[in-house]
């Protein structure tokens, strides 16, 4: 009789400890991989920015405040070759410092921020977007957000930028 409760609790140790494993098991697989998955793909899109081949690297923002009404703002500037050079640069000095994956926004609208869109010589393109504070890629109405680690180097490359819009959307 003594065995029999012994052979019970060992099964019941071994389920429990079954049951544990498969319930951080699903754990891991919703949070983890995706936040895998997103962290590759701003690699990528990062990587392409700052090595691909391009036929033109163009930065935007639909909300710049060059105008007096919100029907006429907006500003473009297509880079020359020194210009993408030059932010190449700031952010190869940004990348070094690394980034972290912050909370995603979802339901955002479309993406309404600065944009940084490189386009090679095949047709396809890579953008992300830059905000004061994190850059973003936009997909499935989603911002994935990542915050640079080293804010200095983000504040220069986000001026930077920011100062090759201003100076197109000076009034002729």
């Known amino acids: 009789m003594q065995k029999t409760v012994k ?10 400890i079954v049951i544990l ?5 699903i754990i ?17 899109r990062l990587h392409t920015l700052l090595h691909s081949d391009c036929e033109r690297v163009v930065i935007s923002d639909p909300l710049y405040k060059n105008a007096a009404t ?8 297509m880079l020359s070759e020194a210009q993408i050079k030059e932010l190449r640069v700031l952010l190869q000095g940004v990348a070094d410092g690394g980034f972290r994956n912050v909370e995603n926004e979802s339901g ?11 386009r090679a010589p095949d047709g396809t393109r890579t953008d992300l977007y ?29 001026a930077y930028m920011t100062g090759l819009l201003a100076v197109q959307a000076l009034p002729e």
């Not at 052979?7 to 429990?16: K, P, S, Y």
């Not at 919100?70 to 500037?77: I, M, N, S, W, Y």
Request: overall charge negative; proline content about 2%.
């Open 108 to 118: 955002v609208g479309g993406a309404w921020d600065m944009k940084c869109q490189l």
């Open 21 to 25: 494993c498969v319930a951080l098991g």
């Open 130 to 158: 830059f905000t004061e504070s994190d850059v973003y890629f936009y997909a499935d109405g989603t911002a994935f957000c990542f915050e640079a680690k080293d804010l200095g180097a983000y504040d220069a490359l986000y």
């Open 7 to 16: 052979t019970r609790q060992g099964g019941t140790l071994v389920a429990g």
């Open 70 to 77: 919100p029907l006429d703002r907006g500003a473009e500037v």
């Open 28 to 44: 891991f697989v919703t949070i983890a991989v995706p936040h895998v998955r997103e962290n590759h793909i701003f690699e990528q």
